[in-house]
T-cell receptor, first 109, second 117 residues
Framework: DAKTTQPPSMDCAEGRAANLPCNHSTISGNEYVYWYRQIHSQGPQYIIHGLKNNETNEMASLIITEDRKSSTLILPHATLRDTAVYYCIVKEGGNKLVFGAGTILRVKS | EPEVTQTPSHQVTQMGQEVILRCVPISNHLYFYWYRQILGQKVEFLVSFYNNEISEKSEIFDDQFSVERPDGSNFTLKIRSTKLEDSAMYFC???????????????FGAGTRLSVL
């Protein structure tokens, strides 16, 4: 089973920031948090990852709490094309990624 | 930007037939993976492959499945005798060698939709 908990769905107005939360209370000290998204059953798309510090790239920002038990993915200016299922993944043993149900983000005009 | 490519995009086959799904991973990547997603369900790990051998596999990856890297660029998934329940999207992924700190960014292809009739 996935080691993360995410809300099943969220809505966001186009142009506003989308803040997607994730709980990972059992994360261990050397495990990374990864975020992927999946648009219309296309292949999962890597967004961002983090270990302890907040991270930002051209797609999103990742805020990780100091105790590392939760994180938030921020899409600063959501567009209709950001409508997708967003997965928060804490990498478990081995190389595989374990996908949960994710959060369905609906961006509305 | 380098990407993982998969062919065909859609494969239709009869139950009991063999199918081969093909993938071209990103060129400097060393780890390769197959995942599948049955319609409406989660993405599930099937197998990982490194240095010409399977490094990890799931319970789904039984004797009907096999993987191969027949040359320096292709990575294939073979299903020997397809069943109706094999109908799904199959995703190939690749990554650089995972670092000691467990950092392992996997990049996925667009998938092959397998329909078993």
């Amino acid at each position: 089973d996935a080691k993360t908990t995410q809300p099943p769905s969220m809505d966001c107005a186009e142009g506003r920031a989308a803040n997607l939360p994730c709980n990972h209370s059992t994360i261990s000290g050397n495990e990374y948090v990864y975020w992927y998204r999946q648009i219309h059953s296309q292949g999962p798309q890597y967004i961002i990852h983090g270990l302890k510090n907040n991270e930002t790239n051209e797609m999103a920002s990742l805020i990780i709490t100091e105790d590392r038990k939760s994180s938030t993915l921020i899409l600063p200016h959501a567009t209709l094309r950001d409508t997708a299922v967003y997965y928060c993944i804490v990498k478990e043993g081995g190389n595989k990624l374990v996908f949960g149900a994710g959060t369905i983000l609906r961006v509305k005009s | 930007e380098p990407e993982v490519t998969q062919t065909p995009s859609h494969q239709v086959t009869q139950m009991g037939q063999e199918v081969i799904l093909r993938c071209v991973p990103i060129s400097n990547h060393l780890y390769f993976y197959w995942y599948r997603q049955i319609l409406g369900q989660k993405v599930e790990f099937l197998v990982s492959f490194y240095n010409n051998e399977i490094s990890e596999k799931s319970e789904i990856f039984d004797d009907q499945f096999s993987v191969e890297r027949p040359d320096g660029s292709n990575f294939t998934l073979k299903i020997r005798s397809t069943k109706l329940e094999d109908s799904a999207m199959y995703f190939c992924a690749s990554s650089r060698r995972p670092l000691p700190g467990l950092l392992n960014i996997q990049y996925f292809g667009a998938g092959t939709r397998l329909s078993v009739l």
